[in-house]
């Protein structure tokens, strides 16, 4: 199985330019998650989807909107990028059952200039 | 509302010596808890988790951490530090009753030297 699979791995931005970030799971699970991880700031959520065809805000989701396009899918946009939206976004989701832990995507590292 | 507090964001120890990263959790009602591993250029894994079972709890790679309800900390152990321990460790916790709001910690960077 992949798992949890993210494109693109890299990508660099002019600030004020428009990107997606892509996420799809192959475990059938009903959650995912956005996050972002800094130095010293841990990982923070941005947006997540508890359920295909809802979405909502976490702690930082400013600048950012999300799609849950089916199960399996679920992306991440940023309108019009920002040099403090450099980062490593990473993608989650979560196996059944309110135990279940997070499984993560290899992350992707976006650099805006 | 709920906060892990990982104290410690650098720590060094010598091949073969005990590991100890400290983690200490608030929640408004009885939590799940987590640490996950983060090797360089990777994703996070799951080493371990605590739901309320047993309060030590075992994980991958020797990895151990025991749940203190009196202290609310939930510290990662293992006796003996191996080369390949170097990364990145993060504590998470979840209140009880939802599949959202994973908190996370900010990180410790654990150093193994010879």
């Known amino acids: 199985n992949a798992g949890v699979t993210q494109t693109p791995k890299f990508q660099v931005l002019k600030t004020g330019q428009s990107m997606t970030l892509q996420c799809a799971q192959d475990?059938?699970?009903?959650?995912m998650y956005w996050y972002r991880q800094d130095p010293g700031m841990g990982l923070r959520l941005i947006y997540y989807?508890?359920?295909?065809?809802?979405?909502d805000k976490g702690e930082v989701p400013n600048g950012y909107n999300v799609s849950r396009l089916n199960k399996r899918e679920f992306s991440l946009r940023l309108e019009s990028a920002a040099p403090s939206q450099t980062s490593v976004y990473f993608c989650?989701?979560?196996?059944?059952?309110?135990?279940?832990?997070?499984?993560f995507g290899e992350g992707s590292r976006l650099t805006v200039l | 509302a709920q906060s892990v507090t990982q104290l410690g964001s650098h720590v060094s120890v010598s091949e073969g010596a005990l590991v100890l990263l400290r983690c200490n959790y608030s929640?408004?009602?009885?939590?799940?808890l987590f640490w996950y591993v983060q090797y360089p250029n990777q994703g996070l894994q799951l080493l371990l988790k605590y739901t309320s079972a047993a309060t030590l709890v075992k994980g991958i790679n020797g990895f151990e951490a025991e749940f203190k309800k009196s202290e609310t900390s939930f510290h990662l152990t293992k006796p003996s530090a191996h080369m390949s321990d170097a990364a990145e460790y993060f504590c998470?916790?979840?209140?009880?009753?939802?599949?959202?709001?994973?908190?996370f910690g900010t990180g410790t960077r654990l150093q193994v030297t010879l």
């Open positions: 475990m059938n699970h009903n959650s």
């Open positions: 989650a989701s979560i196996r059944q059952g309110l135990a279940g832990e997070l499984f």
């Open positions: 929640s408004s009602v009885p939590p799940y």
């Open positions: 989807s508890a359920s295909e065809g809802t979405t």
């Open positions: 998470a916790v979840r209140p009880t009753g939802t599949a959202s709001k994973l908190t």
